[in-house]
C-alpha cells in the first residue's frame, strides 16, 4: 500500500467512512494475526482466538483516529504501530488470563469418564431395583422374605441356609422358583 492511498483511506476512515477503514483493516489483518499466532500456546488458543487480539486492535486504533490523535507518514509507520499496539493487546491478554493457566489441570486421559463417574446407582436404577424388590416380595411367601433379605444382602447360599435352618439346596430351589416366576409374565408367554 502507497502513501498516498494510505492517507487517502486514513483520511475517509477519520471522517467516518467504513468501507475506509474495512480496506485497512483487511490490508493488515492477516499479518497482525500470524504475529499473535505465533504467541499464542496450546492452552491460550483455548482461552481466545487470535482474531480477538487483532479487533481489539482495531477498536482502539479506530477510536484514536476518530479522535485525530494519530498521524502515520508511511505504510510502514502504520504497520509499526499497528504492530505495537498488537503486542500490547497480546501481553493485556496474557496478563488476564495467567491465573487461570496456572490454575488450571488437565483432567486424567485414561478413565476420565470413570474418575467422573459416581459409585452410586442413577435414580433410574433405584427406581428399578425398588420395583423389582417390591414384585420379588409380592411374588413369594411371607415366609420367604427373610431369605429374600439375606440373598439381597449379598450372602452366599451356605449363609443363608445356616440362618434360616433351610437346606442349601432348598435355599437354591426357592430362589430359582422366584426367578422362573418373574421371567415368566403372569399371563403366560407371548406368542
Known amino acids: 500500500m502507497n502513501a498516498d492511498l494510505l492517507e487517502t483511506l486514513l483520511d475517509r476512515m477519520r471522517a467516518g467512512d467504513l468501507r475506509a477503514a474495512e480496506q485497512l483493516f483487511l490490508a493488515y489483518e492477516p499479518e497482525l494475526r500470524l504475529v499473535v499466532r505465533r504467541r499464542l500456546s496450546g492452552p491460550l488458543r483455548a482461552k481466545f482466538d487470535s482474531l480477538d487480539v487483532v479487533q481489539s486492535v482495531w477498536v482502539r486504533v479506530l477510536n484514536d483516529l476518530r479522535t485525530g490523535g494519530c498521524r502515520f507518514t508511511s505504510p510502514a509507520h502504520l ?47 433405584e427406581a428399578r431395583a ?59 408367554p407371548a406368542a
Open 79 to 125: 504497520r509499526n504501530f499497528l504492530l505495537r499496539v498488537t503486542r500490547h493487546c497480546l501481553i493485556g491478554r496474557l496478563r488476564h488470563h495467567r491465573t487461570a493457566l496456572e490454575r488450571e489441570q488437565r483432567l486424567p486421559e485414561v478413565g476420565a469418564a470413570d474418575s467422573l463417574a459416581s459409585g452410586h446407582p442413577r435414580p433410574s436404577e
Open 130 to 188: 425398588n420395583e423389582l424388590w417390591e414384585g420379588l416380595l409380592a411374588a413369594c411367601p411371607p415366609e420367604h422374605h427373610e431369605l429374600l433379605r439375606l440373598k439381597r444382602q449379598g450372602l452366599p447360599l451356605a449363609a443363608i441356609a445356616a440362618r434360616t435352618g433351610l437346606h442349601e439346596d432348598s435355599v437354591r430351589r426357592v430362589i430359582r422358583k422366584l426367578a422362573r416366576k418373574l421371567a415368566v409374565p403372569a399371563d403366560g
